[in-house]
């Protein structure tokens, strides 16, 4: 499935700089934030400026972020977005022609998780302080079903298309004006073969 918004990541270069746990975050972050400043990301990050600054040119470079639109009128603020409007996209089927891309592939992948799995395990901590009514709302299910490649391949496409439906439906609405009640929400679905 290919998603014209997503930026696909399909060369080595590109995939080593995105890797780096902090320009993840910093990604992440600019994702939420839609814009933002060094300063703004540092805070959200809580790193330094100086270091902060230096990972974004790092991303701007591979074209994975890009300058924006002043948000203010200091002109000494240098702003950001992402370069894709959906985000990225990185496939293993685009590493494979070499041990390196295979390791560092794998290097993304395990990185990727680490950070997910912070994200769920900071809610889990937090989670008392939510309302009621958030609580309810969240979710972690687990299936196992017995299924093809092929089967497999389709439940991906159909998961990415009702989840890319829902966070435009969410971007419009705030758009328009509807922000009462709305927070970030992240959705994190994994699909992989396994044995016993």
Not at 28 to 37: D, I, M, S
Not at 84 to 105: C, I, M, Q, T, Y
Not at 168 to 180: K, N, Q, V
């Amino acid at each position: 499935m290919t998603d014209p918004e997503m930026q696909r990541i399909a060369d080595l270069d590109t995939l080593k700089a995105f890797s780096h746990p902090l320009r993840m975050k910093l990604y992440r972050a600019l994702t939420v934030a839609r814009t933002a400043t060094a300063s703004q990301l540092a805070e959200t990050v809580d790193e330094a400026v100086s270091l902060v600054s230096y990972h974004l040119r790092k991303l701007a470079a591979h074209g994975l972020i890009e300058e924006a639109e002043p948000q203010s009128a200091d002109g000494r603020e240098r702003w950001w977005r992402m370069a894709a409007a959906s985000g990225v996209s990185v496939r293993d089927k685009d590493f494979r022609d070499a041990p390196e891309s295979v390791a560092a592939h794998s290097a993304f992948s395990r990185t990727l998780f680490r950070q997910r799995a912070e994200m769920y395990e900071r809610y889990l901590d937090e989670q008392s302080a939510w309302p009621q009514e958030w609580r309810s709302a969240a979710f972690s299910s687990e299936f196992l079903p017995r299924l093809t490649p092929g089967e497999l391949a389709q439940l991906n496409d159909e998961m990415h298309d009702l989840a890319k439906r829902w966070f435009e439906r969410g971007r419009a609405a705030e758009e328009a004006g509807d922000t009462e009640g709305r927070e970030n929400v992240a959705l994190h679905f994994y699909g992989f073969p396994f044995r016993q």
